[in-house]
């Protein structure tokens, strides 16, 4: 008898769940008669792929995700958060022409979309077309004003790179000024950056003022002063920063494969990884540190979607696949994180030791 009430009322309860979708999921798209397409677009089938896809994203399962919004692409006319999360999940799984083309189609000069003028103006940026990229990358500065986090920041980021690439390197200098003091420490960075791409005099010491600064933890970009005194040639330099910085900060694992690399005579290794006057590399490093803000955050999805979007950029700098190993790790994803983890050992003895550590862990 008790088991027939619980089945009874699980059936009522899972009839209202079902009628609260229907009913959230047309509050949320554009009121409006509906004709004969309209019907097919709010089929029972639609509505099921849409709430599955949605539900996969709060599980981190960016396939699933894909596969049940994939069948809905009707929705992209009406439903902003549909084209939101589907052109996350396309970057994350690094369909990134798929990613350029859904954001061509749903792309609306009168409407802002974050993610779809991000892709389309770093779409133009590598097609080298620098006046259609700024375009997008300007909106960006508009969207991001109803965004505290992001406000004026990854729009002028962009378009002093933009300007870079494009030999104008007054204007380059000056959007990276119209980053808000808020963001300061970027700035700093974005600065030591475009005086190494334009290899300015001072550049060494904009990246000795960055590491040394007590208030963040810059250690990471001891690499990059590294890097840059080996363009330099100044292999003597390089072995000192690369000692220094080894002592006071041993866990960092960037840092003691740089150190393998000076020791082992084999610094090709590092300036493989990245180059300053290749500003792709460099716009690569900018949306790796948004991918490491978001999963300082614990926002995984995010991290992955800026993440890939660096590795988009500069697929060369095997190091910061690290980032997403520890991403899925998290993520309880425990299948990728381990192939990543092996995909790390090749860059050599620390994070080949690190990587059997966490392989390890896993099993």
Sequence with gaps: SFSFYKLYYMKIFIKNIYLFFF???????????????????????????????????DLDSANNTYKYLNKVQSLKNTHSNYNIQFLRTLVILQKFQDAFNFSSQVWD????????????????????NYKQAEMHFERLNRISRYNFLFQDFIGNTLIAWSKASNNKKKDSFEYIEKIPNRYHHIKMIQTSFLNCYYDNPETENLFKKLIENENYNFSRYNFFLVDY???????????????TSR?????????????????????KKITNFFNCKNSKDTIA???YIL???????????LSNFYLNISLLLNNKFLPNKALMAENYYYQKKYKISKNMYK??????????????KIIATIL
Excluded: R
Excluded at 255 to 265: C, Y
């Design 229 to 243: 005194l080996l363009s330099k040639k100044l292999v003597k330099k390089a072995k000192i920063i690369i000692d």
């Design 247 to 267: 002592k006071e900060h041993s866990s960092n694992l960037l840092i003691k494969e740089t150190d393998n690399f000076v020791l082992g005579k084999t610094t």
């Design 343 to 356: 995909s790390l050992k090749v860059i050599g003895p620390a994070y080949s030791w690190y990587s059997s």
């Design 23 to 57: 009913l959230t999921f047309n509050i949320l798209c554009v009121t409006e008669v509906l004709g004969k397409d309209k019907k097919i677009e709010y089929s029972k089938e639609n509505i099921s792929n849409y709430f599955s896809g949605i539900t996969s994203i």
């Design 285 to 287: 490093e900018f949306f």
């Design 291 to 301: 991918a490491n803000l978001f999963a300082n955050e614990k926002d995984f999805q």
């Design 109 to 128: 000069e009168n409407e802002l979309f974050f993610e779809a003028d991000l892709m389309l103006g770093l779409n133009y940026f590598l097609k080298k």
